[in-house]
């Protein structure tokens, strides 16, 4: 499985756009990109998930440049409500695969 | 829209009792899975379950786990004897068959808390 690093934290204030960029280099050619979002004390949350380019759903937007080493999530103006874990996940999910969490990117957003 | 729903939200018990974990997966999803989240730590896999077997299991899920479907609606997970390592908060998940399982619905979560 690809080995992830993301940043550990970051911070934003309400109404800014949020790019949270993950590392990815072993990356295979079968993997994908996932991206999930942890509120506190609660399950994690799907997001988005690509596999090259650019993706968008009513949540966010997935970057992922042609080498595919890494991608970047894109919440775009962010609420206080969007303070949580986002965790980018790599890999070959075949059904019934599990999920392989990092230690994700926790983002605090201020008013 | 659907959920996954667990049961109790919060177990105390004493080291050395057995617990059971309760969840409803969503009703058309044949794929089911146990996580836990060491409070302060990262999601860690536990098992994964489809068609009445298991799938996948991680090092932690050792003899103390065990899995069942007992009925067409309930996953649960049995812990035999709790150690206070044990604290930590479950979340069943579950996806549909017909698609890749990177999109797992996540339930709310049990806090087990060994004493």
């Known amino acids: 499985l690809a080995k992830t690093t993301q940043p550990i934290s970051m911070d934003s204030y309400e109404g800014q756009e949020v790019n949270i960029t993950c590392s990815h280099n072993n990356i295979a050619t079968n993997d994908y990109i996932t991206w999930y979002q942890q509120f506190p004390s609660q399950g994690p949350r799907f997001i988005i998930q690509g596999y090259k380019t650019k993706v968008t759903n009513e949540v966010a937007s997935l970057f992922i440049p042609a080498d595919r080493k890494s991608s970047t999530l894109s919440l775009p103006r962010v609420s206080l409500s969007d303070t949580a874990v986002y965790y980018c996940l790599v890999g070959t999910y075949n059904q019934g695969g599990k999920l392989i969490f990092g230690q994700g990117t926790e983002l605090s957003v201020k008013p | 829209e659907p959920e996954v729903t667990q049961t109790p939200s919060h177990q105390v018990t004493q080291m050395g009792q057995e617990v059971i974990l309760r969840c409803v997966p969503i009703?058309?999803?044949?794929?089911f899975y146990w996580y836990r989240q060491i409070l302060g730590q990262k999601v860690e896999f536990l098992v994964s379950f489809y068609n009445n077997e298991i799938s996948e299991k991680s090092e932690i899920f050792d003899d103390q786990f065990s899995v069942e479907r007992p009925d067409g609606s309930n996953f649960t997970l049995k812990i035999r004897s709790t150690k206070l390592e044990d604290s930590a908060m479950y979340f069943c998940a579950s996806s549909p068959v017909a698609r890749d399982s990177y999109e797992q619905y996540f339930g709310p979560g049990t806090r087990l808390t060994v004493t």
């Open positions: 009703s058309n999803h044949l794929y």
